[in-house]
């Protein structure tokens, strides 16, 4: 039975980096769904995501995190479900049958393994200066797209041949690592599949860094 819920009475309040990943999931799944959201940008740099307010929203100072007219969320795969549970009307992005679900469950956690340590981790080197391996992020990240390509040379999309929640936990990052001085040239069934993403109604595009930050 697919409950419909209202839409949400006032905007979404999204606290967010805008260069982030992470928030990027949340905001495009918001944009998906036709959900109203805000977004804040903390600034990071000067500590506010470390106040005492802040951390009343997100006790681990991390961002994103959503009030959603009272009710705080954070840890971007957990809002993307709370998302499509609570304002999917009209498409089912998180799957009822056991085996589809299960598999959608892979790539969420696909998307907090391996794409943060490879992928996110390469451009968090390039982009903001962290203090990571860049060679075993980058040898994470080719190990991790050797095997999407072969599976999306098979399939459409991550889980099968429609769109779930667990494309939205892969596309921000994958995106983005041309940043992390990762070609996709190499991989056309990754860029394929990126482009049948971006084709969706209501689709938003990452936020790109500063070209005098790369």
């Not at 391996?114 to 962290?130: C, S, T």
């Not at 938003?204 to 860094?209: E, N, V």
Request: contains cysteine.
């Amino acid at each position: 039975m697919n409950v419909k819920f209202p839409k949400a009475n006032a905007p979404i309040k999204l606290y967010r980096h805008p260069l982030s990943g992470h928030c990027h999931r949340v905001q495009l799944m918001m944009s998906l769904l036709d959900v109203p959201y805000e977004t804040i940008d903390l600034d990071m740099d000067n500590g506010a995501h470390k106040t005492p307010s802040y951390l009343k929203i997100s006790p681990f100072g991390q961002v994103p995190a959503i009030d959603d007219n009272g009710i705080t969320l954070t840890d971007s795969n957990a809002i993307i479900i709370y998302l499509e549970k609570k304002y999917n009307n009209d498409y089912e992005w998180y799957p009822q049958d056991p085996v589809q679900a299960a598999e959608v469950q892979r790539w969420l956690s696909v998307a907090a393994g391996e794409i943060a340590y490879g992928p996110n981790a390469a451009r968090l080197v390039k982009v903001f200066g962290a203090n990571i391996d860049y060679e075993i992020a980058q040898r994470k990240t080719y190990t991790l797209f050797s095997v999407l390509e072969r599976i999306l040379n098979t399939r459409n999309y991550l889980a099968g041949n429609t769109i779930t929640v667990a494309d939205v936990a892969g596309y921000s990052y994958i995106s983005l690592a041309p940043e992390g001085d990762i070609s996709l040239e190499s991989y056309p069934a990754i860029r394929g599949w990126l482009e049948r993403i971006e084709s969706q109604p209501r689709f938003i595009g990452t936020q790109r860094a500063p070209l005098s930050t790369i």
